[in-house]
């Protein structure tokens, strides 16, 4: 994410990519990764004690690491000058575009295709290709009401928004196993809004990073514990706070880590599409198969690593493919614009 400087209260952006946010990322977009292996990976019965507690560790890590992504978005949008429909296009052309290849070279590999898996891959906002990004738009839409409303409040009014909203969408639910016919979208308004109160007391927060640190440890344990993979659980919430504010607490900068992070949301678009699933988790990773050896918890962390730097450097190909089509598109523009002599 990008740098910021304080003045006066508040996050204000510079150009510079804070390393510690973009590391987040990485690490938020590795337990998603860990959790898709899992969740989607077709895995035979536990063998052991040991490969039993390392499935529960994976399934608590997707959710925290949904959480962990809506904060950053909260975070940094709430504090945004203006609403920029450029990278809302961008990111909605970079979804179609991995939509649409990954359904094309399924084809040309010999999976079966039909009408309703085109529209999906064509069209994968609106026909439920990647049900996170389609939320991601929808709050991106609505950022800037939200917003308005976030910079309208005082401090103390926006703490009890959150207090609010953490008892609707988190709490509540938990105590009366009832969703109280709150959906995805307004637990993401929820997050949103929590990222958005840490952004503005910043400045304010004296806690030791290693306790949130420490709390996250905890509240994942308990998270693992329950098994559950809902986006509102309240030990994913909790556990996704305490590992972003950690992270927040952070300063350093990487070029590399940068340089990678860029990839993450391509990492999300390339493995979990539905085509690109049976070709990385059971054409290369055999995970079906492998899942009923002694030895699979560690090899689901080598599987998980595997997938994320597989889906990154297809994008840095995609990168430098765009990256060299625009030289070579300004080379024409500007040829064109020479004079005759």
Same mark, same amino acid.
């Given at each position: /994410?990008?740098?910021? +400087? &304080?003045?006066?209260?508040?996050?204000?952006?510079?150009?510079?990519?804070?390393?510690?946010?973009? #590391?987040?990322?990485?690490?938020?977009?590795?337990?998603?990764?860990?959790? @898709?292996?899992?969740? @989607?990976? $077709?895995?035979?019965?536990?063998?052991?004690?040991?490969?039993?507690?390392?499935?529960?560790?994976? /399934?608590?890590?997707?959710?925290?690491?949904?959480?962990?992504?809506?904060?950053?978005?909260?975070?940094?949008?709430?504090?945004?000058?203006?609403?920029?429909?450029?990278?809302?296009?961008?990111?909605?052309?970079?979804?179609?575009?991995?939509?649409?290849?990954?359904?094309?070279?399924?084809?040309?590999?010999?999976?079966?295709?039909?009408?309703? #898996?085109?529209?999906?891959? !064509?069209?994968?906002?609106?026909? %439920?290709?990647?049900?996170? &990004?389609? &939320?991601?738009?929808?709050?991106?839409?609505?950022?800037?009401?939200?917003?308005?409303?976030?910079?309208?409040?005082?401090?103390?009014?926006?703490?009890?928004?959150?207090?609010?909203?953490?008892?609707?969408?988190?709490?509540?639910?938990?105590? !009366?196993?009832?969703?109280?016919?709150?959906?995805?979208?307004?637990?993401?308004?929820?997050?949103?809004?929590? $990222?958005?109160?840490?952004?503005?007391? +910043? %400045?304010?927060?004296?806690?030791?990073?290693?306790?949130?640190?420490?709390?996250?440890?905890?509240?994942?344990?308990?998270?693992?514990?329950?098994?559950?993979?809902?986006?509102?659980?309240?030990?994913?919430?909790?556990?996704?706070?305490?590992?972003?504010?950690?992270?927040?607490? *952070?300063?350093?900068?990487?070029?590399?880590?940068?340089?990678?992070?860029?990839?993450?949301?391509?990492?999300?678009?390339? @493995?979990?599409?539905? @085509?690109?699933?049976?070709?990385?988790?059971?054409?290369?990773?055999?995970?079906?198969?492998?899942?009923?050896?002694?030895?699979?918890?560690?090899?689901?962390?080598?599987?998980?690593?595997?997938?994320? &730097?597989?889906?990154?450097?297809?994008?840095? *190909?995609?990168?430098?493919?765009?990256?060299?089509?625009?030289?070579?598109?300004?080379?024409?523009?500007?040829?064109?614009?020479?004079?005759?002599?």
């Amino acid at each position: /994410m990008k740098n910021e +400087k &304080v003045l006066g209260g508040g996050v204000h952006f510079t150009n510079i990519r804070q390393s510690n946010f973009e #590391l987040l990322r990485i690490v938020a977009m590795l337990m998603i990764v860990f959790f @898709h292996l899992v969740y @989607h990976g $077709g895995l035979a019965p536990a063998n052991s004690n040991f490969d039993s507690v390392m499935r529960a560790i994976a /399934m608590a890590a997707g959710k925290t690491g949904v959480v962990i992504y809506v904060l950053i978005t909260g975070y940094f949008l709430s504090k945004a000058k203006k609403f920029s429909f450029k990278k809302l296009l961008k990111l909605i052309l970079l979804v179609t575009f991995y939509g649409a290849a990954i359904y094309l070279l399924s084809l040309i590999c010999g999976q079966n295709g039909n009408f309703n #898996l085109a529209m999906a891959g !064509f069209f994968p906002l609106i026909f %439920d290709g990647y049900w996170f &990004v389609t &939320v991601y738009c929808l709050i991106y839409l609505l950022a800037p009401f939200l917003n308005i409303i976030i910079k309208n409040i005082s401090e103390k009014q926006h703490f009890y928004a959150c207090i609010l909203f953490g008892l609707f969408c988190v709490v509540f639910p938990l105590i !009366f196993n009832n969703s109280f016919y709150l959906s995805t979208f307004d637990w993401f308004v929820c997050y949103y809004f929590i $990222g958005a109160f840490i952004a503005r007391i +910043k %400045d304010k927060n004296k806690v030791n990073k290693w306790l949130y640190l420490l709390a996250f440890f905890v509240f994942y344990a308990f998270n693992s514990i329950k098994g559950n993979v809902s986006n509102n659980d309240i030990w994913a919430v909790l556990s996704a706070l305490c590992l972003f504010l950690f992270f927040e607490k *952070l300063n350093f900068q990487s070029k590399f880590i940068n340089f990678v992070a860029a990839s993450t949301f391509s990492v999300y678009l390339i @493995h979990d599409n539905r @085509h690109a699933r049976i070709v990385l988790f059971q054409q290369i990773f055999n995970i079906t198969e492998m899942s009923a050896k002694a030895y699979f918890p560690l090899y689901l962390i080598f599987a998980t690593i595997g997938v994320f &730097v597989i889906c990154v450097a297809v994008d840095i *190909l995609r990168r430098l493919m765009v990256k060299l089509i625009y030289k070579i598109a300004n080379k024409i523009k500007k040829s064109r614009a020479k004079p005759a002599s």
